[in-house]
């Protein structure tokens, strides 16, 4: 039975494309659709889940077969002080929107991913982390009350004191400790909507973890992109970009019609290791070369993929894989050399490969993916099996070094690296909504 206010479709994926199948989707534009329609699914005896905007890139913003409650309409500003630069926000509002209603006033988003298109939803329920983690923390750190709703409880608002342990279980809780309906946000002052950006090139990893030092001081935004098909002299060649906001008091905003639309899904023959090499080497070369210090855009700085709308299908029609771990700087060094050796030799790896350090600014989120040490994130195209055997390598790389990966990213990890990288997963399960699951969520704890 289709549950009253929800429709079937297989056209809601996640921004790997993978996995696919079918959902009930309902789309409330008010939040006081919320318990009717979630107590529609629970009478079709289907679980439910919020979902956003689906930039997460596995399944944990699917819940296949089951009932899912799009929350992109439910987007207004409820309240926003221009003093203190407190919003309140139902939890459909974009990154995107929010930034055009608080830019003008000089205010910021405290963190953000690497794309705007996220709710505020979907950046609280993955904790999302951006450029100044090792300054910021993650979005949970500036989060100060949330409105959830419960099947148990109906409507209740959390906060670090009020309900304390179900509020840490949201942070980060994948969308399976209710359906968050608005959230509270500390957004922080910014003097200008351009940054100086530097870009220094490195020839290796210790030249890496020398930089990220020296600019954990002096910069509040570092991150590297890094050349994954390099290997012997030049393994983990690549560039190092660090920047500051300015403080010229520009308040130009960035414009979403603006971009251009990746035309096609790539077919597999054109990704191959050849053109992968060719193009980290030319990217590596053309970057070397550009100017070092830049004025630049928020929109140049913290969105670059945005300009390039539906770029994921670069990784042709079957989809790809998202691979991001988190190893502790104790091991970081050499399992971080471990895991570009082993991507380089398997001659498959990415365009774009990212590697940035975390500080310790202590999220309250159980589930939170950052920890002090170094992240490293990169795209695999779906080949089935030879992506799969890599990635199995990559986990034992990660596990023996005490890493975890990111579940905003993941769509394959077995459920004993799960539990390994999170120990307080079983104290999370306790608060899960009885009424919620995903399909990670069923992969990971039942599977
Ligand atoms: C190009 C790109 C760059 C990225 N860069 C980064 C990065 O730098 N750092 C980072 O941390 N992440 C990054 N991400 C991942 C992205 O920030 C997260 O996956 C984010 O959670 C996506 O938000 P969404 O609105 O699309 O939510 P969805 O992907 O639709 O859902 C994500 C999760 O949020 C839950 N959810 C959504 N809305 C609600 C709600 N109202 N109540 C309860 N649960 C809800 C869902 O159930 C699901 O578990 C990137 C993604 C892309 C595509």
């Given at each position: 039975m289709i549950p009253p206010g929800y429709h079937p479709t297989d056209r809601k994926r996640s921004w790997g494309r993978l996995p696919r199948g079918l959902q009930y989707v309902a789309e409330p534009t008010?939040?006081?659709?919320?318990?009717?329609?979630?107590?529609?699914?629970?009478?079709?005896?289907?679980?439910?889940?919020?979902?956003?905007?689906?930039?997460?890139?596995?399944d944990s913003g699917l819940n296949l077969g089951q009932a899912a409650i799009d929350m992109r309409r439910v987007d207004r500003v409820m309240a926003f002080d221009w003093t203190t630069g407190v919003i309140r926000a139902e939890a459909g509002l974009s990154l995107s929107d929010l930034i055009t209603r608080v830019a003008p006033h000089g205010w910021f988003p405290p963190t953000t991913p690497g794309t705007r298109f996220v709710t505020l939803g979907g950046a609280v329920a993955n904790d999302v982390h951006g450029k100044n983690h090792h300054r910021a923390g993650s979005i949970g750190v500036s989060v100060r009350r949330l409105g959830l709703w419960r099947s148990d409880r109906g409507l209740i608002e959390i906060s670090p004191t009020e309900e304390p342990d179900l509020f840490a279980a949201t942070i980060g809780g994948l969308g399976l400790t209710g359906l968050i309906q608005w959230v509270e946000l500390q957004l922080v002052p910014i003097a200008s909507t351009h940054l100086d950006q530097e870009n220094i090139a490195f020839g290796g990893l210790d030249e890496f973890f020398a930089l990220a030092d020296e600019s954990a001081?002096?910069?509040?935004?570092?991150?590297?992109?890094?050349?994954?098909?390099?290997?012997?002299?030049?393994?983990?060649?690549?560039?190092?970009?660090?920047?500051?906001?300015?403080?010229?008091?520009?308040?130009?905003?960035?414009?979403?019609?603006?971009?251009?639309?990746f035309p096609i899904d790539l077919p597999g023959f054109a990704l191959n290791p050849l053109s992968l090499k060719l193009f980290n080497t030319v990217y590596y070369g053309r970057q070397k070369s550009k100017p070092a210090l830049q004025d630049l855009h928020y929109e140049q700085v913290f969105y670059p993929l945005d300009a390039i709308f539906g770029w994921n299908r670069l990784y042709g029609a079957g989809g790809f894989y998202q691979y991001q771990c988190v190893i502790p700087p104790e091991t970081a060094r050499d399992a971080v050399a471990e895991l570009l050796d082993a991507i380089s030799r398997?001659?498959?790896?990415?365009?774009?490969?990212?590697?940035?350090?975390?500080?310790?600014?202590?999220?309250?989120?159980?589930?939170?993916?950052?920890?002090?040490?170094?992240?490293?994130?990169?795209?695999?195209?779906?080949?089935?099996?030879?992506?799969?055997?890599?990635?199995?390598?990559?986990?034992?790389?990660?596990?023996?070094?005490?890493?975890?990966?990111?579940?905003?990213?993941?769509?394959?990890?077995?459920?004993?690296?799960?539990?390994?990288?999170?120990?307080?997963?079983?104290?999370?399960?306790?608060?899960?909504?009885?009424?919620?699951?995903?399909?990670?969520?069923?992969?990971?704890?039942?599977?």
């Open positions: 008010f939040h006081d659709e919320i318990p009717r329609l979630a107590q529609a699914a629970g009478a079709a005896e289907m679980s439910v889940l919020a979902i956003g905007l689906g930039r997460s890139y596995g001081q002096s910069h509040e935004h570092t991150v590297s992109w890094i050349d994954c098909a390099s290997r012997g002299a030049s393994l983990g060649r690549g560039i190092f970009s660090r920047a500051n906001w300015r403080t010229d008091g520009r308040r130009d905003l960035h414009d979403d019609a603006k971009g251009i639309t398997s001659g498959q790896g990415s365009f774009l490969a990212v590697l940035k350090t975390f500080g310790d600014v202590v999220s309250p989120g159980l589930l939170s993916f950052p920890r002090p040490g170094v992240t490293l994130a990169l795209d695999f195209a779906n080949r089935g099996d030879a992506a799969h055997m890599l990635m199995a390598r990559l986990d034992d790389i990660v596990l023996a070094a005490g890493g975890r990966l990111y579940p905003a990213k993941d769509g394959r990890m077995p459920p004993v690296l799960f539990k390994a990288g999170y120990p307080e997963w079983s104290r999370f399960a306790r608060q899960v909504d009885p009424a919620c699951s995903s399909s990670f969520w069923r992969r990971i704890h039942h599977g």
